[in-house]
């Protein structure tokens, strides 16, 4: 018998359909407000996944998801929520998360082998190795051999050096973990993990802010198939994306990322991708910081919730220009 799920039309396509056919090379950036938007949805889906709800503490009798696989072809954009608690927010297409085929009911140091193997659930880490987008996993989601990080995507001079750097910062520890754990051993922080999710958003947000569909595929125009951020320390490879926008086909007209949008956004996006995953932001944290940033929004909106939307080419802006297209920015420091 076959299993369909029927959901909603989503007449706005994907957020990389926006990124890509809406602002790639269009000279116009997204506002600020709408990521923030985004922003929201994906850490409020993914605290839901991780704690069963959208607040801190695991509820009763939930067990820790964690969605390898959040990226932006997988956020749909649907119709505007009248419903939707961030009034100022009800007139943007609403962002959902769809595709919840790589999401698993998981956690760091997670030993099912106890079970038989039909029955049993994957050993975490390691099994959850390679499972994600090539371009959109994080470092304790990629593969260490050769060449299934090359059929990644990972440039091939960077392939070993990514793969010794792995070994080294993320090292695995076999389980049964030793309880006490060992004064003499590093921690294990190679598995999948709330901090996983975090690190997904971030790339997700840092693909809207930089304009770029996907953290990968020649994101330079000079590199066909390699990718934003490779871990390896050679040259050419990165821990973190640019602070730089290509909203412009031509690399002189590429901007920085502030003063284009509030260091408030950008660098909290940044807090998201950090190597080490315990030196991320936590995903309770960043849920507190992310409805921060969305409230101050709603004070600039005071008043003007439902203003027309504005004339122009801007898909998704509906306020006069007071989060113009890269100059003035909201709430920068």
């Given at each position: 018998?076959?299993?369909?799920?029927?959901?909603?039309?989503?007449?706005?396509?994907?957020?990389?359909?926006?990124?890509?056919?809406?602002?790639?090379?269009?000279?116009?950036?997204?506002?600020?407000?709408?990521?923030?938007?985004?922003?929201?949805?994906?850490?409020?889906?993914?605290?839901?996944?991780?704690?069963?709800?959208?607040?801190?503490?695991?509820?009763?009798?939930?067990?820790?998801?964690?969605?390898?696989?959040?990226?932006?072809?997988?956020?749909w954009l649907d119709r505007p929520d009248p419903?939707?608690?961030?009034?100022?927010?009800?007139?943007?297409?609403?962002?959902?998360?769809?595709?919840?085929?790589?999401?698993?009911?998981?956690?760091?140091?997670?030993?099912?082998?106890?079970?038989?193997?039909?029955?049993?659930?994957?050993?975490?880490?390691?099994?959850?190795?390679?499972?994600?987008?090539?371009?959109?996993?994080?470092?304790?989601?990629?593969?260490?051999?050769?060449?299934?990080?090359?059929?990644?995507?990972?440039?091939?001079?960077?392939?070993?050096?990514?793969?010794?750097?792995?070994?080294?910062?993320?090292?695995?520890?076999?389980?049964?973990?030793?309880?006490?754990?060992?004064?003499?051993?590093?921690?294990?922080?190679?598995?999948?993990?709330?901090?996983?999710?975090?690190?997904?958003?971030?790339?997700?947000?840092?693909?809207?802010?930089?304009?770029?569909?996907?953290?990968?595929?020649?994101?330079?125009?000079?590199?066909?198939?390699?990718?934003?951020?490779?871990?390896?320390?050679?040259?050419?490879?990165?821990?973190?994306?640019?602070?730089?926008?290509?909203?412009?086909?031509?690399?002189?007209?590429?901007?920085?990322?502030?003063?284009?949008?509030?260091?408030?956004?950008?660098?909290?996006?940044?807090?998201?991708?950090?190597?080490?995953?315990p030196d991320r932001i936590q995903l309770e944290?960043?849920?507190?910081?992310?409805?921060?940033?969305?409230?101050?929004?709603?004070?600039?909106?005071?008043?003007?919730?439902?203003?027309?939307?504005?004339?122009?080419?801007?898909?998704?802006?509906?306020?006069?220009?007071?989060?113009?297209?890269?100059?003035?920015?909201?709430?920068?420091?």
């Amino acid at each position: 018998m076959t299993k369909r799920i029927m959901t909603d039309w989503v007449p706005h396509d994907t957020l990389w359909s926006l990124i890509e056919n809406g602002y790639r090379h269009s000279g116009h950036l997204i506002p600020e407000p709408f990521i923030w938007y985004c922003f929201k949805v994906l850490t409020e889906v993914s605290l839901v996944c991780w704690n069963g709800h959208a607040g801190r503490g695991l509820r009763p009798g939930w067990e820790h998801m964690v969605n390898t696989d959040l990226k932006p072809t997988n956020i749909w954009l649907d119709r505007p929520d009248p419903e939707e608690p961030l009034v100022w927010a009800r007139r943007y297409p609403k962002p959902k998360v769809g595709d919840f085929g790589m999401a698993w009911t998981t956690h760091h140091g997670l030993d099912d082998r106890k079970n038989a193997r039909g029955y049993r659930r994957r050993v975490n880490p390691p099994d959850f190795q390679r499972y994600g987008t090539p371009s959109h996993m994080a470092p304790e989601s990629l593969s260490r051999v050769v060449w299934k990080l090359q059929n990644n995507g990972h440039h091939p001079a960077r392939v070993r050096p990514t793969i010794a750097r792995l070994n080294a910062d993320l090292p695995h520890t076999p389980l049964p973990w030793p309880n006490p754990w060992p004064a003499n051993v590093p921690p294990d922080n190679s598995g999948i993990h709330s901090w996983t999710m975090v690190w997904e958003i971030g790339m997700t947000i840092w693909c809207m802010l930089a304009t770029w569909g996907e953290s990968g595929s020649n994101y330079d125009l000079t590199q066909p198939n390699d990718i934003v951020v490779d871990y390896s320390q050679a040259p050419g490879g990165a821990d973190l994306p640019p602070r730089e926008n290509f909203h412009h086909q031509d690399p002189r007209f590429h901007l920085p990322l502030r003063p284009a949008y509030s260091g408030r956004l950008v660098e909290l996006v940044y807090q998201c991708m950090t190597f080490s995953p315990p030196d991320r932001i936590q995903l309770e944290d960043l849920w507190d910081e992310v409805m921060d940033g969305c409230n101050d929004i709603g004070h600039q909106y005071a008043g003007r919730e439902n203003d027309p939307a504005p004339s122009g080419p801007n898909a998704v802006s509906f306020v006069p220009d007071k989060y113009p297209l890269g100059e003035n920015v909201l709430n920068d420091f």
